[in-house]
């Protein structure tokens, strides 16, 4: 991967279709870990993801190789918390270092104020959490939604990766 071949910018609702293809075939891991094809970024629709990437306090951030989308992660703003979630790389592009890229990018894209960033991802998914924790994330608690539980890592902003923090205990174990 070259600088000269690479962009990371905002997706908008242009990008759309791409963003959907990119999501999908992306996501068939997660799936296929959850045993349960129907997740919501496999049944999101275009009309939805449209939606959703004009919504207020929503960023997605992507990342090109020429014209080619290889990898998203959707950002929800919330008063000084952005939490990442939909993160995708193309199945192919994994292990290529788009994701960590994107991982490093993303606080470019951030209003200003925003001091914690959280990112999610399936409880059972060793890789995502490694990579996450390599990139300064620590674990923070799980989540239950349905059959799936989710594990939840946070990074504050302007802090050195590896201080230590205390653990966060929303009281929320589960999520309708």
């Known amino acids: 991967m070259t600088a000269d071949d690479t962009e990371i910018r905002l997706v908008t609702a242009e990008d759309a279709g791409e963003l959907l293809t990119l999501r999908r075939a992306a996501f068939v891991t997660e799936a296929q870990l959850a045993n349960d094809p129907f997740i919501p970024p496999l049944t999101q629709t275009l009309k939805e993801l449209r939606t959703d990437l ?72 060793v890789q995502n959490i490694a990579m996450y924790t390599r990139r300064g994330y620590e674990y923070q608690h799980d989540r239950t939604a349905g059959d799936l539980t989710y594990a939840y890592l946070r990074r504050f902003l302007g802090r050195d990766p590896g201080e230590e923090l205390e653990p966060v205990d929303d009281g929320a174990a589960t999520e309708d």
Do not use: C, N, Y
């Open 54 to 125: 004009s919504a207020p306090g929503v960023i997605t951030v992507g990342m090109w190789q020429k014209h080619r989308l290889v990898g998203s992660i959707r950002v929800l703003v919330e008063g000084s918390k952005a939490t990442l979630g939909r993160f995708a790389v193309a199945p192919d592009q994994q292990g290529k270092g788009v994701g960590t890229h994107l991982l490093d990018a993303v606080a470019a894209f951030l209003p200003d104020g925003i001091s914690e960033v959280w990112i999610f991802t399936a409880r059972d998914s």
